[in-house]
């Protein structure tokens, strides 16, 4: 790779759309507030002046957004849709879920839809309600979606082009408090590498935290406090695809450490947790016995922000899980 | 029943809100300066809705026999499917059915052995040919408007021919799709044409208990732009409303929702029975006013088609179905492995 801009992971964003609209001309933006405002968040900043024609604002209706992606898409376009929060992705649903997904399937091929949802998500920020819902599990569940979260700037970048390019519908959700807070490096010259699969974040043998997105940086800060306080030595593995999953890589790094415990921001209930224990399980049962634990929120609807703290996996939660597991046999 | 003018939709949406006709239900002419389609566009329309006819025939019996899945005929809505799809080229027009628009798919383009094949479940053999400019039949109802409207918006953008023409039902009309998409088309100005199949029924469901707006196209209003109600079992009232509906879309003056007031003859599909939830005197008076019978009568009467040549015609589509079938029964059927095929890019 060139020379590297340095970013925050919004401008990794707004850089990697750029870039995708620069390389084709049939990329276009669509959602609420995305043209002069450029989105709430102010991804799309910038985008409408300069590709005239190609940022388009839409009426305040995500199953026209998701609906008209579709219809977009076979019309010969690539349509990266933002819908504001992904809370409100709900009004959208039976579009992404009876539609979206399965267009493919159902057309035996005749149609696929290139289609990018791009959706803010996760807690922290004292956002009203609906704003902060982690709904990843809900798509994760439905064949024919491929879902993916970055918790860095580059991979922000990289993800982002990835799921620009890929021929079928690509759920891109966007840790919203890691929008300022988290720094790091995109390509100037648009290459990218290594698009696909987990990524090992922190290496250590003794225990292996598995987690995505805004949870990733909760695990990293515990697992300093692991080392340092506990001397536990903990590996920190990002999945990034939440569909589908990367098992082999899943199963590579448990086995050696045979010990787990998965962290994410969802409720715990059906959450994409239980699947990444049900995955372990599954293919380790024969070979070893695996303590492993979800540290989750709890079975609630998301309580008014000055309770968030109390309900989102904290580092404290965290270390308490990888104990107790290194305390089993 | 308001006669047609050039202007009809500012006729129609100032008047007295009754349906468009041009056909009296005796096949006569309602004035004889009312514009009507050639004659050999008559000849191919009545040709047409005569292997409608004989398609839901042929599928009803081969449900009956255990050899054929649901079938939900056309049967009544024959003169507002082919009407409106009349207007349209299938070389460059896009077409997004509902579900029953059988003739409007096939004049579209689809073989009728492939789409024998898809009701038949031979899934790969009835795959949409690349060059046929149509999305496949949607179950869930109104959930097609939004990407009709989003196949037009993006033919705008992207500077290209071509018109959207787009259905659905009375039923439909009350989802919330229904009401997004319209609104997403009227502020985009999309080339959208939207039939609305109004057959009187959404299964048991009659259209009173949909809305009580007395009119489906005069929603239109509300999202900026025209709408009018056409006798929809009246060819040439259909066809001529659709034809400027399409002539307006394709000089970029936006969508049109044309509501085309007709009843389903028939059963809602073959699971259906009609007879627990509406009077058969109401179907004998719908019967008076059959789409199919009207153009026969016009057309007989104007010698646009002779009397014998009827029998000759409704031969030719049975046999054409006939010949159909044997095909679409040739195609194989599915094994498992087809079930891991097409989730995504292989
Ligand atoms: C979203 C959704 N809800 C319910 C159904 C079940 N359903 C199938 S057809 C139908 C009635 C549709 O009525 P209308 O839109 O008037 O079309 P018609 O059947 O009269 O052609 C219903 C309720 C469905 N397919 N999709
Ligand atoms: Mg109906």
Same mark, same amino acid.
């Given at each position: 790779m060139s020379a590297q801009k340095d970013v925050t992971l919004l401008e990794a964003v707004r850089v990697a759309l750029s870039d995708a609209m620069e390389d084709s001309d049939r990329v276009v933006l669509l959602g609420q507030d995305v043209g002069r405002r450029g989105g709430v968040f102010r991804a799309t900043e910038g985008l409408s002046a300069r590709f005239p024609g190609r940022v388009l604002d839409t009426p305040l209706a995500e199953g026209a957004i998701v609906g008209s992606s579709i219809g977009l898409a076979i019309g010969g376009l690539v349509p990266v849709a933002?819908?504001?929060?992904?809370?409100?992705?709900h009004q959208a649903f039976h579009q992404v879920t009876q539609q979206l997904a399965r267009y493919r399937f159902r057309t035996r091929g005749r149609f696929h839809l290139p289609v990018t949802i791009r959706a803010p998500y996760g807690g922290g920020l004292r956002m009203p309600e609906f704003h902060p819902d982690s709904l990843e599990s809900q798509l994760a569940n439905v064949p024919g979606l491929k879902v993916v979260t970055p918790a860095f700037a580059d991979d922000a970048y990289s993800l982002l082009r990835a799921a620009i390019r890929d021929p079928d519908p690509v759920l891109f959700l966007e840790p919203q408090r890691l929008y300022r807070s988290v720094r790091g490096r995109v390509p100037s010259d648009g290459a990218t590498d290594g698009d696909f699969g987990a990524r090992m974040r922190r290496h250590g043998d003794d225990l292996l935290l598995v987690s995505w997105g805004p949870s990733v940086h909760t695990c990293l800060a515990a697992a300093d406090e692991l080392e340092e306080r506990h001397a536990v030595r903990s590996a920190v593995l990002d999945?990034?695809?939440?569909? &589908?999953?990367d098992h082999a890589r899943l199963h590579q790094e448990a086995a050696v450490r045979r010990r787990v415990a998965v962290v994410h921001e969802g409720v715990r209930s059906a959450g994409l947790g239980a699947e990444v224990v049900a995955s372990l399980q599954e293919s380790l049962c024969d070979t070893i016995s695996l303590p492993i634990l979800r540290v989750t929120a709890p079975d609630? &609807?998301?309580?008014?922000g000055r309770l968030e703290d109390a309900f989102l996996p904290s580092q404290e939660n965290i270390v308490e899980a990888a104990l107790h597991v290194m305390d089993r046999p | 029943m308001t006669h047609v003018t050039p202007d009809w939709a500012a006729e129609w949406a100032a008047g007295s809100g009754e349906p468009l006709r041009f056909l009296e239900p005796d096949g006569g002419l309602v004035r004889p300066d009312l514009p009507r389609p050639p004659d050999d566009l008559v000849r191919e329309a009545l040709r047409l809705m005569l292997l409608s006819r004989a398609l839901d025939e042929k599928c009803t019996n081969l449900h009956r026999q255990g050899r054929l899945g649901l079938y939900a005929p056309v049967h009544g809505q024959e003169a507002a499917v082919v009407g409106s799809h009349l207007a349209i080229d299938p070389a460059v027009d896009w077409l997004v059915p509902a579900s029953r628009e059988q003739p409007a798919m096939l004049r579209h383009g689809w073989a009728l052995d492939r789409m024998l094949a898809s009701f038949l479940g031979r899934i790969d053999a009835a795959r949409i040919p690349d060059h046929v400019r149509m999305l496949p039949r949607q179950q869930s109802i109104a959930a097609q408007l939004p990407h009709a409207v989003g196949i037009a918006w993006a033919t705008s953008i992207r500077g290209l021919d071509g018109v959207t023409l787009a259905y659905c039902g009375d039923g439909a009309t009350s989802e919330g799709d229904f009401h997004e998409a319209c609104n997403l088309a009227g502020v985009m100005g999309v080339p959208l044409v939207l039939v609305v199949?109004?057959?009187?029924?959404a299964i048991s469901t009659p259209v009173s208990r949909q809305t009580r707006a007395t009119r489906l196209a005069d929603r239109a209003r509300g999202y900026g732009f025209p709408g009018v109600a056409v006798d929809g079992d009246d060819l040439f009232a259909v066809y001529e409303v659709a034809r400027q509906a399409v002539e307006r879309a394709r000089a970029g003056q936006g969508p049109t929702m044309i509501e085309a007031v007709t009843y389903r003859m028939s059963f809602h599909n073959t699971s259906d029975n009609p007879s627990l939830y509406r009077d058969p005197s109401e179907v004998a008076e719908a019967g008076q006013r059959d789409p199919v019978a009207r153009l026969v009568a016009y057309a007989t009467g104007a010698g646009v088609i002779r009397p014998d040549a009827i029998e000759v015609v409704e031969a030719e589509v049975r046999a054409e179905v006939e010949a159909a079938l044997d095909q679409a029964l040739s195609y194989p059927a599915p094994g498992p492995e087809e079930i891991f095929r097409h989730v995504f890019a292989d």
């Open positions: 933002e819908i504001q929060f992904l809370g409100f992705l999945l990034r695809w939440l569909s &589908p999953l609630t &609807p998301y309580p008014p | 199949i109004n057959n009187q029924y």
